[in-house]
């Protein structure tokens, strides 16, 4: 469940903390006093793109926090492990929006990213807005719904069903390549001729670095031999390092008795003699590196040739390798062009039954919870007076597609006598937003997320069907944590905490901010939502009558 939420420098909101609780909680207030900026920045959290006009005016960047407690199950502990971040059993999540428009993700106080927002979030908070709402006219998204409510027996054959589905539109399309590639025999000739040019030149990527290596010391043959008859010059002629040293070291040999220079001498000696054997090492080195002409030619054409292969076919050596064996198996494809066709042909054969196997067990269980969930849906739909509406779902065989064979549809009659038709066709805002309620309550109630959060949900209605919906929402406060904004009474009075989300100018800027309410405060925000800016004693009285106060 949602904890607590903090958000800074965001939209119209200066600073603010809010503590939540479990159960259901509404936020209310006026039309846009900042209800909506709460929803927009759980949205950030839940890894939504962020952008600089999110930034409160003058701000250098906004910042978002939520903190989360959760019930860790296998999958999420999973879903941790493969995004490499600390598994608890609470979750601290910091989002900060910067003024180019970038942000910087942190979860449990670990550098992440919006991706791993997107996939973590939904285990433990699911956001209902107007626009999910919307989604409900898009066909697409039925089948969505249903599987999301099937997710127990259909999540497991259904990545089975995708894995085999992708290999399957893969084959296809190497087939499609196969038919309609040019395999003539002067393409045959030019990849022949390609194949043999790389050929020419085996070497890998560490022998071209030495070839290049040692290029460049023959090229700075000059160089190298002005600096080594420099230094053994400084080191070996009768006045240069050595001899001096060794003189020195003589000299000094006479001390060696006494115990105090002991030590001192003995160390000069070994410096003295490891000095001898690194100049001898030196000029070893030196005097097997000679100038080869033969091989800096050699070097100069070899090298000249493999940057003509890079440029051509890669830029390391073992890409040229990779696109060797790509040659080779075009070579081999257009040689045996007949039988590799056949072949593909077969292995689509085989994978396009499997598919529709798997494709058919996946609509049987489709089928199989699509009467369940009618029947979840009717009894949620009755229950918010629209007793008279009957829905269904409509399946429809297609070709294979990444869902499977099935296209599904949402069919709703609103009144008695009504034929069956589209949601967007019959139904109005109020009734819409009514059955997307009752979707999202069946589907919730076999979920495992903790926090549901609704805005606005009961756009469109009022009176006794307003009050419904509250009571729905209170029913779902029994197994999660339901955060709902709205404007009716009816929906406010029934939750267990309440907010009030004000706007107020502060020089020349609009500030919001959030205040828990405590009992007297309810009746006094509940009698304003009935009555208006004036508040009466009437709609004081109705307050305290919907509250039980």
Do not use: W
């Amino acid at each position: 469940m949602l904890k607590s939420l903090y958000i800074s420098s965001f939209v119209i909101i200066d600073k603010m903390r809010v503590d939540f609780d479990d159960g259901m909680s509404v936020l209310t207030g006026e039309t846009g006093a900042g209800k909506s900026i709460i929803i927009d920045a759980l949205n950030q959290l839940c890894g939504n793109r962020s952008k600089a006009s999110l930034i409160r005016k003058n701000a250098p960047k906004a910042v978002i926090e939520g903190i989360f407690e959760v019930n860790m199950s296998p999958a999420l502990e999973a879903l941790c492990e493969e995004l490499h971040i600390e598994a608890d059993e609470q979750f601290v999540i910091t989002k900060e929006i910067l003024q180019s428009g970038k942000s910087n993700v942190k979860i449990n106080y670990q550098s992440s990213s919006n991706n791993a927002l997107k996939l973590l979030t939904p285990y433990f908070l699911d956001i209902h807005s107007q626009f999910e709402t919307q989604k409900l006219f898009e066909e697409k998204n039925h089948i969505l719904l249903l599987d999301e409510f099937a997710k127990k027996d259909l999540e497991n054959i259904l990545v089975d069903y995708q894995n085999i589905f992708l290999e399957y539109v893969h084959m296809n399309e190497q087939l499609e390549n196969a038919i309609e590639e040019d395999m003539s025999d002067e393409q045959l000739d030019f990849l022949t001729a390609q194949l043999n040019e790389i050929d020419e030149l085996t070497y890998t990527d560490d022998e071209v670095d030495e070839m290049e290596e040692e290029l460049k010391k023959l090229q700075n043959f000059e160089k190298i031999n002005e600096s080594i008859q420099t230094f053994s010059q400084y080191m070996n002629h009768s006045q240069g390092v050595l001899p001096q040293f060794k003189d020195a070291l003589s000299a000094f040999q006479t001390l060696s008795s006494y115990e105090e220079f002991q030590d001192s001498y003995d160390q000069l000696y070994n410096h003295y003699y490891n000095l001898m054997d690194e100049y001898e090492n030196i000029m070893e080195i030196y005097h097997d590196f000679q100038f080869d002409e033969y091989r800096f030619n050699e070097l100069q054409e070899t090298l000249y040739k493999i940057n003509r292969l890079k440029r051509k076919y890669g830029f390391t050596m073992e890409r040229i390798q990779e696109y060797r064996q790509e040659l080779s198996e075009k070579i081999d494809t257009i040689n045996h062009r007949d039988e590799y066709i056949a072949s593909l042909q077969e292995q689509i054969s085989h994978l396009k039954k499997d598919a529709t196997l798997k494709a058919e067990t996946i609509s049987q269980i489709r089928f199989q919870y699509a009467k369940q969930f009618e029947k979840d849906i009717q009894k949620e739909l009755k229950e918010m007076y629209l007793d008279k509406a009957v829905f269904k779902v409509q399946f429809e065989k297609t070709k294979l597609t990444k869902l499977g064979i099935d296209k599904i549809k949402f069919m709703v009659s609103i009144n008695s006598g009504q034929d069956l038709s589209l949601l967007n066709e019959s139904a109005s805002g109020g009734e819409i937003s009514r059955i997307m309620l009752a979707i999202k309550i069946v589907i919730l109630q076999y979920g495992l997320v903790e926090t549901i959060v609704f805005d606005e949900v009961d756009t469109g209605v009022s009176g006794k069907v307003a009050t419904s919906i509250g009571e729905k929402m209170r029913r779902l406060a029994q197994n999660m944590q339901v955060i709902c904004i709205t404007h009716l009474p009816q929906v406010a009075c029934l939750a267990h905490h309440q907010y009030s989300i004000e706007k107020n100018s502060q020089d020349t800027q609009t500030i919001a901010s959030i205040h828990r309410l405590d009992q007297e405060e309810r009746v006094l925000e509940i009698a304003k939502m009935l009555s208006g800016e004036s508040i009466t004693q009437e709609a004081i009285e109705n307050a305290k009558k919907l509250l039980n106060v």
